[in-house]
């Protein structure tokens, strides 16, 4: 089948890519001329493991191509994905500018049915708008070609993209139109074979699921965080807490590790845009706004903690950090509780040597030169004159250090872990102090 991507980011990238490897062909269309010269010349935009070999093998086969040219875009697919960007506005509701962008550019072009189907997660109502902004441009042209518009909201993650979408856990597809729901159904047959994973339902509903899946998780990690304070406080382990919980399958273990905050792209923008929606029909939605008060305030827990132990005195100290995207896997830094942290040290007067795996380029993007930033090549080379190592991140390569090249490489031995991944005890044989979330300092 013939489909066209509008935007390649994170989500729209991996949509181009997971449907032309089952043998559509797709063409990809970003505004940003940057992206499409760097694709087009065998670069890829962002990190996400699988993602380079797969687009070099597509783009070989002839099945994905890339393009800034949106009259090409409209020309060439029945379906017609938006993937933009939908980030919050002032006031934290979603801004619409770009999906509505797209959907004039569909209407300026469009010649034949198309299927307008959106995956960038937008408010209930959007599939209207989008619909409604078509039909404005169609009566400003004097036209009238028909179309579709569907609700195919994401539900990849970041760093496990391609798995999440080549064998995704549902398809949710909003369409009231028995012959759309059917097209979208034959579009995804590859993704859909072991047992039907496509949820049909109608549109409101489908835009609403996406709202709800990521408020639910953010919920569940902000739920962690405030037990997490109160262990301490209480002077229990919360880490004993979460094996105790998790054992109820009513509860289960996903999802309930305590940390120093979600990031990212999608947790933050959406339960505020959720709340947003809500106030906006004259509902109070209490407990997202707790859920984001929560998150707002454990993403400042690790400089707290670093402040406690150097008595308010991190004025000219340096602070080694590894990781710095708002997970493992990806170099998103996007809402990151590294970038909290930094520019509160920052405000204190102190000075970061940082380490990430993937995401030192993107750090320099946003930060630039910068005395107080040094980003170093490895982990231990992030040690060197620093105070305190601050674990952020929880990449796979952090879990099991060399505690003893820390002491000697530490200034003062103090590690401030995060994400409670690494071993306390073999920390403090070491000669480490380790200090961790949700449970008393082993000294
Ligand atoms: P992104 O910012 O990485 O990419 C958006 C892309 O759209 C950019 O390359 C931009 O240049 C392009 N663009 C903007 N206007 C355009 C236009 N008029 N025509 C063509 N291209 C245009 O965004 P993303 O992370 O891929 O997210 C896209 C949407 O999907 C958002 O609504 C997001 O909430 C949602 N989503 C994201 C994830 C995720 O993990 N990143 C997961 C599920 C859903």
Redesign the pocket.
């Known amino acids: 089948m013939d489909v066209t991507i509008?935007?390649?980011?994170?989500?729209?990238l991996v949509t181009g890519v997971c449907l032309a490897e089952v043998g559509n062909n797709v063409l990809c269309?970003?505004?940003?001329p940057h992206?499409i010269d760097l694709l087009n010349s065998g670069g890829v935009p962002i990190y996400e493991p699988g993602l380079d070999e797969m687009i070099q093998s597509n783009r070989t086969a002839g099945r994905l191509r890339f393009s800034t040219d949106?009259k090409a875009g409209v020309e060439h697919g029945l379906f017609q994905f938006i993937?933009?960007?939908?980030p919050p506005d002032e006031d934290g509701s979603a801004d619409l500018q770009?999906v509505l962008?797209?959907a004039r550019?569909i209407a300026e072009h469009m010649t034949e049915y198309r299927i307008l189907v959106n995956?960038?997660?937008?408010p209930v109502g959007t599939a209207d708008r989008v619909a409604d902004t078509v039909r404005e441009v169609q009566a400003r042209l004097g036209r009238t070609v028909e179309f579709d518009v569907v609700s195919n909201?994401?539900?990849?993650?970041?760093g496990a993209a391609i798995e999440d979408f080549m064998r995704p856990d549902r398809i949710i597809v909003g369409t009231d139109n028995p012959r759309t729901a059917e097209l979208l159904r034959a579009l995804y047959a590859p993704f859909n074979r072991s047992h039907d994973r496509l949820m049909l339902m109608d549109v409101r509903s489908a835009e609403l699921t996406k709202y709800a899946a990521n408020a639910m998780l953010a919920t569940k990690i902000s739920f962690m965080n405030e037990l997490s304070n109160i262990a301490e406080a209480v002077g229990a382990d919360i880490e004993k807490v979460r094996v105790g919980i998790g054992s109820d399958p009513r509860i289960g273990y996903q999802f309930i590790y305590p940390g120093c905050g979600y990031g990212?792209?999608?947790f933050p923008?959406?339960v505020r845009a959720l709340e947003r929606t809500a106030r906006g029909l004259g509902y109070e939605a209490e407990l997202l706004r707790a859920v984001e008060a929560v998150n707002f305030r454990q993403k400042t827990v690790l400089f707290r903690k670093l402040n406690d132990y150097f008595g308010g005195e991190l004025g000219g100290k340096t602070i080694a950090i590894w990781g710095l995207s708002f997970k493992p896997n990806t170099d998103d830094m996007r809402e990151a509780s590294s970038r909290v942290l930094m520019e509160a040290l920052w405000e204190a007067g102190a000075r970061v040597r940082a380490y990430d795996p993937v995401a030192m380029d993107e750090a320099r993007r946003i930060y630039g030169e910068r005395p107080d930033l040094i980003l170093v090549n490895d982990a231990l080379s992030a040690l060197d004159g620093a105070d305190a190592l601050v674990v952020v991140t929880e990449w796979s390569q952090f879990r099991s250090p060399n505690f003893n090249a820390i002491r000697s490489r530490l200034r003062i031995p103090v590690i401030f872990d995060g994400r409670n991944i690494l071993d306390g005890s073999l920390a403090r044989a070491a000669g480490l102090t380790y200090v961790s979330i949700g449970r008393a300092p082993l000294k």
């Open positions: 509008f935007g390649t980011g994170y989500v729209g269309i970003d505004i940003d992206k949106a993937a933009v960007g939908t770009y962008a797209v550019a995956k960038s997660t937008v909201p994401e539900f990849l993650k970041e990212g792209s999608c923008k959406d």
